[in-house]
């Protein structure tokens, strides 16, 4: 009998699906025993896996110890993480199988990422070159030679029995991050974080929990798709002293993996999963406390409660007397607490050993030196560009535009910017301009395709649509108020071919010049609404509040119906309350 069955019988069921259907593991094992890939009918079962319910979340989260995570007290806190990232590669790291997040269960399976005897592993080489991004990206060295190592453990998401891993002889090591003001840190923090290595390793397959029902025990159902699917594991040092900091470190790290293109799905999508270990020590003694793992967080807030709430624990055993114990756990976001999985494993348990079959990988520097060369623009590199001259943006709108959509903003707002800089009837050189197109792009136009339901990529209003709005706007053909309403057409219709000038034509929202027949109308409509507010106009006269004149101003251009520009109603209220 196979190891694997023995161990199998040890948990609940265990359960793979193959195209449509679930199969039970003795039949499984039956299968890999014989070579036949057969599989017994009256063990298939109809593929109806009901999504997990979602708990409610509580109404507070767990507090922080001390104000800031017992920094103030006599605990010092460590924290390291370990990141695994899904690499940008379109087929598994050992195997001819293709990657995906949305196939249908078990048909992206290679025979040797369902560990069928005899299948040897064989590295697929592109899957190296967005590994390198990432490292060159943090700053790390290149190891020219570097090995693959098995790391030995038995659990029904990993068929082979063992996951090949760069344990002993990394392919890159000793990098960097920087955490600072434009990671959302004070202006005076400067954090380094050390990344001690990064590894190329592979995923594991997707567990899916079924509860018991009335007519089936509990069972896992194992989705072998992500099996064996190209991961770039991130350590860093122990070096981090907050939670707080950990959570900058975690999306700057993302940010990084996506700019540089060698992950394109973020924690969001499940392309990023994190790790945390946490440690606390009296302070002024040598050392670090012991280690507590968190495994398999799977957001920023996650990572950071989970630290909060280990904290707290740790300091809570300790001051009661008790020792802390070297345990992984998982984390329960519902109760906002974690919960022991097991003890902590060291070395000695996962049995690392260099994979035989596999042999040593060699990185040419000229690879090196050319990924260095084309490697993109880092998202340091992108706020600064955006906070200098020309586009003059604040840190809180760059660094908005940088997170949102994978960078697609950043692309849609310079083409904007470029677009109207071409332009003769656009004031070249304004200081304003960046900061205009800033605003229509993160707040006008995000605004109302978020209340339309349409997202980022289902939106369909070009950067030219914009650019032809804003230069209306800016030359004076269209207030402020008429730019939004053409604005909301834009989205309402969500067509690239509908022209901003066919809108202001067809719906008459030209700014008019005014002769003085109406400049003598506007008096009388200005006259109307002054005598209609007698306090608010006596409070601007009297000089108590003259910023109210502002509010005259917004009511003399909303009974023009927006088509007066704002000057001419600003100089009409000036002179009434100067007379």
């Not at 199969?23 to 039956?30: A, D, I």
């Not at 109302?448 to 800016?474: H, P, Y």
Request: glycine letters at 8%; one cysteine or more; aromatic letters at 6%.
């Amino acid at each position: 009998m196979p190891p694997s069955t023995s161990i199998l019988r040890a948990h609940r069921p265990f359960v793979v699906r193959y195209p449509g259907q679930w199969v039970c593991p003795s039949c499984l094992t039956q299968s890999r025993r014989l070579h036949t890939g057969t599989i017994e009918t009256s063990h298939l079962q109809p593929a109806t896996a009901p999504p997990p319910t979602k708990q409610p979340r509580p109404a507070k989260s767990t507090p922080k110890v001390g104000g800031r995570e017992g920094t103030d007290s006599k605990w010092e806190v460590t924290v390291g993480l370990e990141i695994h990232a899904q690499l940008n590669a379109p087929r598994k790291l050992f195997s001819y199988a293709a990657t995906s997040f949305n196939a249908p269960p078990n048909t992206r399976v290679a025979p040797f990422d369902a560990s069928i005897p005899g299948i040897q592993p064989k590295l697929n080489i592109p899957t190296i070159v967005p590994a390198i991004r990432a490292a060159v990206a943090f700053d790390c060295r290149i190891n020219r030679r570097s090995t693959f190592d098995r790391k030995h453990y038995f659990y029904k998401d990993q068929p082979n029995g063992y996951q090949i891993t760069q344990f002993y002889h990394p392919f890159a090591s000793d990098g960097k991050i920087v955490l600072n003001e434009l990671d959302g840190l004070d202006p005076s923090e400067v954090v380094e974080i050390g990344i001690k290595q990064v590894q190329m390793e592979q995923d594991t397959a997707k567990s899916i929990f079924q509860p018991s029902t009335e007519d089936t025990p509990a069972r896992t159902l194992v989705d072998l798709n992500r099996a064996g699917s190209a991961l770039v594991e991130i350590i860093t040092t122990p070096s981090l002293k907050s939670s707080k900091h950990a959570a900058a470190c975690l999306k700057k790290i993302q940010s990084i993996l996506k700019a540089s293109t060698a992950a394109i799905d973020g924690m969001e999508k499940g392309g990023v999963r994190c790790d945390v270990n946490v440690s606390i020590q009296e302070k002024g003694l040598p050392g670090l406390g012991r280690r507590v793992e968190i495994k398999n967080l799977n957001s920023v807030k996650a990572v950071q409660e989970s630290i909060e709430a280990e904290i707290k624990r740790q300091i809570g055993v300790r001051e009661s007397g008790g020792e802390i114990e070297g345990e992984t756990r998982g984390w329960d976001a519902v109760r906002g607490e974690s919960r022991k999985l097991r003890s902590k494993e060291g070395e000695v348990d996962y049995r690392y050993k260099p994979d035989a079959e596999l042999p040593p990988l060699i990185i040419d520097e000229s690879l090196v030196s050319h990924i260095k060369s084309t490697l993109p623009p880092l998202p340091d590199q992108i706020l600064l560009e955006l906070m200098n001259e020309p586009f003059a943006l604040t840190l809180k709108d760059a660094r908005t535009m940088v997170d949102l959509d994978d960078g697609a903003r950043v692309h849609y707002y310079k083409a904007i910017y470029e677009d109207l800089s071409a332009r003769q009837d656009v004031k070249q050189g304004s200081k304003h301009l960046g900061k205009l197109i800033g605003n229509w792009t993160l707040h006008e136009l995000g605004g109302r395709l978020a209340s339309s339901f349409i997202g980022w990529l289902d939106n369909q209003v070009t950067a030219a649509q914009m650019a032809d709005l804003l230069s209306n706007l800016q030359n004076g053909t269209l207030t402020a108020g008429n730019a939004k309403r053409v604005l909301d057409h834009l989205v309402t219709f969500n067509d690239p071919t509908v022209r901003v000038s066919g809108l202001i034509e067809e719906y008459d929202l030209a700014t008019r010049s005014l002769s003085e027949e109406d400049d003598e109308g506007l008096v009388r409509i200005a006259e109307s609404i002054i005598s209609q507010y007698p306090e608010k106009a006596e409070q601007v006269r009297s000089g108590k509040k003259p910023n109210l004149k502002n509010f005259f101003i917004g009511g003399l251009m909303k009974a023009t119906g927006g088509k007066v520009d704002v000057q001419a109603c600003k100089k009409v209220i000036e002179k009434m309350f100067s007379a």
